[in-house]
């Protein structure tokens, strides 16, 4: 089965400087690469997914790149702010797995101010 | 996208109950699934709800422990069995919408669920 593997596991950054985190994966089946947000107390939040017939995807501070040859995807948060704050899980899936989700083990960051 | 709510949102259980979560969704939605969150750990997908048939479990997981159902397009529910204090997680369902792409899923806020 698929295996994703999340570096850093922990990420402390200054106020408006980038976060990145990296994720690979094992299956090259594996289409469809999103990434949550999760708050403390809080639901697991999509912030951003990528499809693996795009390379690069952007939403205002984020942005995600995937490299299909090496199997890793990468989050990119530019100017950081406190609230960007929480733990942020990248997974991947595969329609011939049935669209089940597996997950990184997770980064936590935080944003000093 | 779709409202997912989930009942309970926290219960405090004695070991060898059992104990019930609901999800339901605000409107059908083709793909619902299962996933544990143990303390400070990634979500792990314990099944996907079938409609109208038995629940897919993934290794490690097994019907005896963790029954499923899912009457219908819009609901769900996952049981607990025989509870030990290693139950201790957060339960979360997760939806695909079917109207948003097909691979994407939103979570119910969870179950946070302690055993004594």
């Known amino acids: 089965g698929e295996n994703v593997e999340q570096h850093p596991s922990t990420l402390s950054v200054q106020e408006g400087d980038s976060a990145v985190i990296k994720c690979t994966y094992s299956?090259?089946?594996?289409?469809?690469f999103p990434w949550y947000k999760q708050e403390l107390g809080k639901r697991p939040q999509l912030i951003i997914d990528i499809r693996s017939n795009v390379g690069e995807k952007k939403d205002q501070r984020i942005a995600v790149t995937l490299n299909k040859t090496a199997k890793h995807f990468s989050l990119h948060i530019t100017e950081t702010q406190p609230e960007d704050s929480a733990v942020y899980f990248c997974a991947a899936s595969s329609r011939a797995a049935g669209n089940k989700l597996t997950f990184g083990g997770g980064t936590r960051v935080l944003v000093k101010p | 996208s779709a409202v997912i709510s989930q009942k309970p949102s926290r219960d405090i259980c004695q070991r060898g109950t059992s104990l019930t979560i609901q999800c339901q969704v605000d409107s059908q939605v083709t793909m619902m699934f299962w996933y544990r969150q143990q303390p400070g750990q990634s979500l792990t997908l314990i099944a996907t709800a079938n409609q109208g048939s038995e629940a897919t479990y993934e290794s490690g997981f097994v019907i005896d422990k963790f029954p499923i159902s899912r009457p219908n397009l819009t609901f769900s529910t996952l049981t607990v069995s025989n509870m030990s204090p290693e139950d201790s997680s957060i339960y979360l369902c997760?939806?695909?919408?079917?109207?948003?792409?097909?691979?994407?899923?939103?979570f119910g806020p969870g179950t946070r669920l302690t055993v004594l």
């Open positions: 299956d090259s089946a594996s289409n469809y």
């Open positions: 997760s939806v695909e919408d079917p109207r948003e792409r097909l691979d994407t899923q939103y």
